[in-house]
């Protein structure tokens, strides 16, 4: 029996609770999890029993999906930095130019990581970067706890105007009008386009 690690890269896993979910799986298919982050798992089994076809059916059950293609790995890796950096600035860190942290965080070109990013996702890095923003406010708004102008400063925004102006444009409406709704019509982080 030859244990080996392996680093997987996992579309999908967009929060705490999609770890402890591709966690307990992969134990209970004696699948050992050395390291688990969002979008990356770093597993030791004995490959002359288990297979990468195995623990890909097993991820698929929950809607992950196992990435070998360099590109949608660099993609999956560019929107687990853009989640990370919106919870660092809605927590008070620095508010880097996104293309300076991503080519930093990413350790490549930047002019590369958007080429790829537009390619595969049909939308650029900073659109994308929006409509994330654009859910987390939407998110902000259900809590009822914090007025537009808190929202806007939480997230980054230089006024409560521009976060307007931006929401409307994504989603059609006004914050108002979007605060009325009764049926509140947000996207999973992993259903962001």
Do not use: W
């Not at 999609?18 to 966690?23: D, F, L």
């Not at 790995?73 to 919870?87: A, G, M, S, Y």
Request: proline share 1%.
């Amino acid at each position: 029996m030859a244990i080996s690690t392996h680093e997987l890269m996992v579309k999908n896993m967009v929060c705490g609770r999609c770890m402890h979910i591709i966690k307990r799986e992969l134990d209970d298919h004696g699948i050992e999890v050395n390291e688990i982050e969002l979008g990356r798992v770093m597993v030791s089994f004995d490959a002359g029993s288990t297979g990468y076809e195995e623990i890909a059916a097993i991820l698929r059950r929950f809607d992950f999906e196992l990435l070998t293609d360099r590109d949608q790995i660099l993609v999956e890796r560019i929107k687990t930095c853009l989640r990370t950096l919106l919870d660092q600035v809605q927590s008070g860190g620095p508010r880097d130019q996104l293309s300076q942290v991503l080519a930093k965080t990413l350790s490549m070109n930047y002019g590369q990581i958007s080429r790829t990013f537009s390619k595969l996702e049909g939308i650029t890095v900073e659109r994308y970067f929006i409509r994330l923003k654009i859910e987390r406010v939407k998110e902000l708004i259900q809590y009822g706890e914090l007025s537009f102008k808190e929202i806007a400063y939480d997230l980054g925004y230089a006024s409560p105007q521009h976060l307007s102006g931006q929401f409307k444009q994504v989603t059609g409406m006004s914050m108002s009008k979007y605060q009325q709704l009764a049926g509140h019509d947000r996207l999973g982080r992993d259903k962001i386009m």
